[in-house]
């Protein structure tokens, strides 16, 4: 089911462009990307048969869900403070902590894979050469330990509970967090015009669903660090989309001064684009290999 990799990636992708796209709080996106996802799962779920977690899935997918609360409200706030490429870089460091939290979960980390997580961050850190706004770095820094809390929580519960089970409860527990963090700081929730809703289902059907469901459904088949080191690909992809969308060009290049060439400009924002993928490439081989 590995084909499926590629779909969550470009969902995922467009994330950061639609939620750039939408003029409203990015407290009020955040809640409604929630709350419409969750709805959405509802419906295909009970047209399913519907069979929610118990016990101690139950209480795993709970925690999952505030995880994911505070990767949203913290990332989707920290696009407004600094530029695409940064916030969906520094969000997309997570595999760092995946690598500790995968040995936790009785994963097997190996040595290629480790590798090809390390290319693929570097790569990552290079494509966001040119800094962006402080706060929203350091929040979407806060994004990336939180998805990884929620990717291992995913992992554990999916290998016993059905995915629409799953995501119905963290889904729904992180857009009621998310209500409720939006009322206490006074966010302004239903002051929209229907534009403004269509895009906030747009953002709720096409990454929420596509991406971060896909992933979910992923997670009961393959390792958390594999989904983990596949959502790098939201950096290149959402960087890409900037230039011709939102008209921000990749800026980070070096200027070198070699003594038989002279001054050099070193593109590092695309170095770094194609180290993210042979990173990625790694360790989806590595997948493909343990599951052969």
């Known amino acids: 089911m590995l084909w499926l990799l590629p779909v ?47 016990g101690r899935a139950l209480a795993y997918s709970i925690a999952s869900g505030l995880f994911l609360a505070v990767h ?11 530029t695409v490429a940064a916030s969906t ?3 997309n460091i997570h595999p760092i902590f995946m690598l500790a939290l995968s040995r ?9 894979t480790v590798a090809g997580v390390a290319v693929a961050v570097l790569g990552s850190v290079l494509i966001t050469f040119s800094p962006g706004g402080f706060a929203g770095n350091i929040l979407a820094i806060i994004g990336a330990l939180s998805f990884a809390g929620y990717l291992a929580l995913g992992r554990i519960i999916r ?41 906030f289902l747009l953002i709720a059907s096409i990454p929420m669903m596509l991406g ?20 790098l690909g939201e950096p290149v992809g959402a960087t890409l989309l900037a230039v011709p969308i939102l008209g921000e060009l990749p800026r980070g290049t070096v200027r070198a001064e070699l003594p ?32 052969d």
């Open 8 to 54: 969550g990636i470009l969902a995922i992708s467009s994330a950061a462009i639609l939620i750039r796209l939408t003029p409203a709080d990015p407290l009020a996106i955040t809640f409604w990307r929630l709350a419409f996802a969750t709805l959405i799962v509802l419906l295909i779920g009970v047209w399913r048969g519907l069979e929610l977690p118990r």
């Open 72 to 82: 949203f409200l913290s990332w989707i706030p920290s696009l407004f403070l600094t």
């Open 89 to 91: 870089t520094l969000v």
């Open 104 to 112: 936790r979960i009785g994963e097997r980390v190996s040595g290629t």
């Open 159 to 199: 290998l016993s509970v059905g995915t629409f089970g799953y995501v119905a409860v963290a889904y729904g527990v992180a857009s009621l967090v998310s209500l409720v963090t939006a009322v206490l700081l006074r966010a302004n929730l239903t002051q929209y015009d229907a534009h403004t809703f269509l895009m």
């Open 212 to 231: 971060h469901t896909v992933f979910n459904y992923l997670l009961g088949k393959h390792r958390a660090i594999t989904i983990a080191v596949s959502t």
């Open 260 to 291: 038989s060439v002279g001054p050099l400009e070193i593109p590092v924002e695309a170095i770094g684009i194609v180290l993210t993928l042979i990173g990625l490439l790694f360790v989806i081989r590595e997948e493909i290999k343990g599951t």
